[in-house]
């Protein structure tokens, strides 16, 4: 056997979609039935732009992927990309050049975007409540990926390829030797010349180096989807773009949002990194109704008036987060038979088409057209 991909979530479906594109002869392995609800790559909706807040070496990994998202599209008949544009709302008092990192990297990639003052967020966005010093980048070509779609066309055209699936079988050990690398799981064992792995939250337990295993943090989020007022159409795709509100009640608070995609309610988040969770197996995955009930206090409240308080449901996923919130896609130290290409650090998603044909060619060619030098492992002992 050629490769083995250990987890078939964002990273993994598309690493193994790529692999057998290339007549690769692979095997994938999940613990759950992908796409599911237990690790990271569910909800709905993810955010894609190219104008990245995490910096411009990102931009190029989103703009591929976006040709992809409209390829897989086109191979399987499945709406996976919404083109509804992001708008970045920030308080210019507050962070002058906060969109410094979005001008560099539409430069370097051609990306258009426009800039829009309070009075313009207000004439253009009637749906939000803007205060006079507050700013919008709004990015006509971004919007959000649908997941769980994105996944199973995917691992769709993987199987169309040839790729085989083993889903809900546990991996155990990945074992690299100088000839290959053993795979063994509550089901079997299994050998290839090389292994990527796309574990999410359960990378850790994967890795038999403390060292590096500390490097993955577990974080439990909460999604929340709240009614909008009258018929959502000043909420649909059409009207109203994804969004990411910046400087809440403080400079490195925000949410984020989306357009509404059932007429009825507009999903909602942030991010968390303060409480780490030490096993992804033992998540907390009720949401009590006051924790919906804060949400909407602390983000909506006043922002978007025509949302509802009433939550209509919450759910929890998990980021898997690295100490610099940058993506891990290098091969593994001391075993050069094994990729790694996890974690997402929250922001993964929208990147992880172009991720897989990355490290589809590092298996097969051993390098990739693409620069991942600022995800290497080295980086974190420089």
């Known amino acids: 056997m050629d490769v083995i991909v250990v987890g078939l979530g964002a990273m993994g479906s598309a690493a193994i979609h790529q692999l057998a594109r290339r007549g690769a002869e692979v095997l994938g392995i999940d613990r759950h039935s992908p796409p599911h609800a237990f690790g990271s790559s569910h909800g709905e909706t993810r955010i894609t732009r190219r104008l990245t807040l995490e910096g411009a070496e990102y931009a190029p990994l989103a703009v591929r992927s976006h040709e992809w998202w409209r390829r897989i599209e086109a191979e399987t008949g499945t709406s996976v990309l919404t083109e509804c544009g992001v708008l970045n709302l920030a308080d210019h008092a507050a962070d002058p050049r906060a969109f410094a990192v979005h001008a560099r990297a ?13 009075a313009a967020l207000r004439d253009r966005f009637p749906q939000f409540r803007v205060e006079d010093t507050r700013v919008g980048l709004l990015e006509p070509g971004g919007g959000f990926v649908r997941p769980e779609d994105a996944i199973r066309a995917q691992l769709e055209l993987a199987e169309r390829y040839g790729a085989r699936l083993h889903r809900g079988e546990r991996v155990l050990a990945v074992e690299p030797a100088a000839t290959g690398v053993t795979v063994r799981t509550d089901a079997g064992t299994y050998t290839a010349d090389q292994v990527v792995l796309c574990a999410g939250a359960w990378l850790a337990g994967l890795l038999d180096d403390p060292g590096l295993a500390r490097l993955f943090g577990v974080y439990r989020q909460v999604l929340h989807w709240f009614g909008v007022e009258g018929s959502g159409q000043d909420f649909s795709p059409g009207r109203f773009p994804t969004f990411i509100w910046q400087g809440v009640s403080r400079a490195d608070e925000y949410f984020y949002g989306f357009p509404s995609i059932d007429g009825a309610t507009i999903k909602v988040a942030t991010g968390q990194l303060e409480r780490r969770t030490p096993d992804p197996d033992r998540l907390d995955r009720t949401v009590a109704a006051d924790e919906a009930a804060r949400f909407h206090h602390t983000m909506i409240g006043g922002r978007l008036p025509g949302v509802s308080a009433r939550a209509a449901r919450s759910q929890v996923c998990m980021y898997t987060v690295t100490p610099d919130e ?57």
């Open 106 to 118: 539409a430069a370097a990639c051609g990306i258009a975007y426009e800039l829009l003052d309070a």
């Open 326 to 382: 940058a993506f891990v896609i290098d091969r593994l130290p001391g075993s050069e038979r094994v990729l790694v290409a996890s974690p997402c650090s929250g922001h993964g998603f929208k990147h992880s088409a172009a991720i897989g044909e990355a490290l589809a060619e590092l298996a097969t060619e051993g390098a990739t057209t693409l620069d991942l030098t600022p995800f290497a492992f080295d980086r974190f002992t420089r």
